[in-house]
């Protein structure tokens, strides 16, 4: 695991979890804690059970032990560390947004196809079994055709002005701001829910444009705190989008509504065992949306808990993403969500940020296809039944 932050813990302890949580044909031991901070990496791997510690990153994907490669830094060293990991015949996990910038993003997809390791991108929430739900609803047509979105990602972390410059306002570093952060999350749940991109049109806004730095100086901000937009998607249908980093109240306000000919359904990431719906007939007097709590029937989430209503967490969530990608090693499943997907999702921010910087309709640069999404129903037919034992 490369970088020792909020990410490299989390991914640390989905990959000593994951055997514990799911029949993996495939039994992962932590190997080596890579930061650039040796002692951050020394103190990571003694809490996380890691064997060894580096800070040297080349170093640590070398060993001929290290079969998978697992990518939390920021944003603008993505492409190095992932490209070298590929060549190296590592499948590769890397945190989103794929990369800084789409180019960088491309070139990552391409390594990813030519080399045909496995390889995924930490798109979460596309992990949780209510959005899984939510997919096998559209699929099979519970919602009828569907119309329109509505796409938000809003959250507070940036919004204390006193708050230090870090990687995350740079350029180089980052890229986008609340778009590469937090926006690409509610975009990966667009593609996924219905489909590619084509068109957008975007405004960007940075209100606190200038933060302290750790010397007692001030930095400029290099990305947007804000950004709104209209998309289109390649099936006609259209979408409002936005996201904050300086949303003040907001958590992890990640909202998708769907809206189809015969129902809707909307998602609300603060309250993620949950997925509300409102179908055809569910409309008269005493009707609009219910809620479903997820439980066994909707899996993978009986593989945490027997008991509906219980709650899964969000380090959950990393722990089915590293399944998805130990199935995809042993050749029971596809990658997704893979490079080529994070790619989709990179040219649709990239769209925005023309769009912003022009002020006009832009097109989607469709270069690399999104996969098509695997069917819930297929990918989670062979996890034993918790229902079983209630
Ligand atoms: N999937 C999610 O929900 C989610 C949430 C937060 C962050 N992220 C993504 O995860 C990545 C990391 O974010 P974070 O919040 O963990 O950041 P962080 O700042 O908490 O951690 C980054 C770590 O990378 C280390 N690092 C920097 N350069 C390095 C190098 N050359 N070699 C080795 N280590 C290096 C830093 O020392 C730090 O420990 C970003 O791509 C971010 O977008 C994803």
Redesign the pocket.
């Known amino acids: 695991v ?9 991914h640390a302890r989905a990959f000593q979890a994951v055997s514990t949580t799911f029949p993996v044909a495939l039994r992962p031991g932590l190997r080596t804690m ?4 040796a002692g ?2 020394r103190t990571v791997a003694g809490q996380v059970g890691a064997e060894r510690a580096s ?1 040297d ?1 080349r170093a640590a994907i070398a060993g001929d032990d290290v079969d998978i490669v697992a ?5 603008g ?2 492409r190095e ?1 992932a490209t070298a990991a590929l060549e190296a015949g590592k499948a590769v996990f ?4 794929l990369a800084a910038n789409l180019a960088d993003a491309q070139a990552m997809a391409e390594a990813a196809r030519t080399r045909a390791h496995a390889n995924q991108v ?4 596309l992990a949780n079994p209510a959005v899984i739900h939510a997919k096998r609803l559209i699929d099979r047509g519970d919602l009828g055709a569907i119309r329109n979105a509505r796409l938000v990602f809003d959250e507070d972390y940036m919004a204390d002005p006193t708050l230090p410059h ?3 306002c740079r350029g180089d570093m ?1 890229g986008a701001g609340a778009l ?2 937090l926006g ?2 509610a975009l990966s749940l667009a593609l996924y829910l219905i489909g590619p991109v084509s068109e957008v049109t975007a405004t960007a806004r940075t209100p606190i444009d200038r933060r302290p730095t750790r010397d007692g100086g001030r930095a400029p901000v290099e990305n947007e705190d804000i950004a709104d937009a209209l998309l289109v998607f390649t099936g006609g249908q259209t979408a409002t989008f936005s996201s904050s980093r300086v949303a003040l109240g907001r958590k992890c306000a990640l909202r998708v509504e769907v809206f189809g000919s015969d129902g809707s359904l909307a998602f609300d990431q603060e309250r993620f065992n949950e997925l509300e719906v409102c179908f055809r007939g569910d409309d008269g007097p005493n009707g609009g949306f219910r809620r479903i709590l997820t439980g066994p029937a909707h899996p993978p989430y009986g593989a945490f808990v027997p008991a509906a209503g219980a709650q899964i967490g ?1 380090g959950d969530l ?1 722990t089915i993403e590293v399944y998805r990608l130990l199935q995809a090693m042993a050749g029971r499943g596809p990658s997704y969500p893979d490079f080529a997907f994070g790619c989709a999702v990179d040219a649709v921010i990239d769209a925005l940020l023309r769009s912003a910087a022009g002020g006009d309709w832009v097109k989607v640069d469709d270069t690399v296809k999104p996969p098509a999404p695997p069917s819930p129903d297929a990918e989670w037919a062979a996890l034993p039944d918790a229902r079983a034992h209630q």
């Open positions: 490369i970088g020792t932050g909020f990410m490299g813990l989390a890579a930061d650039l901070d951050r990496a800070d990153w990518i939390t830094t920021p944003n060293l993505h560390m890397c945190e989103k947004p930490g798109f979460n929430y870090s990687w995350r980052a590469g952060d690409a999350h969000f990393k």
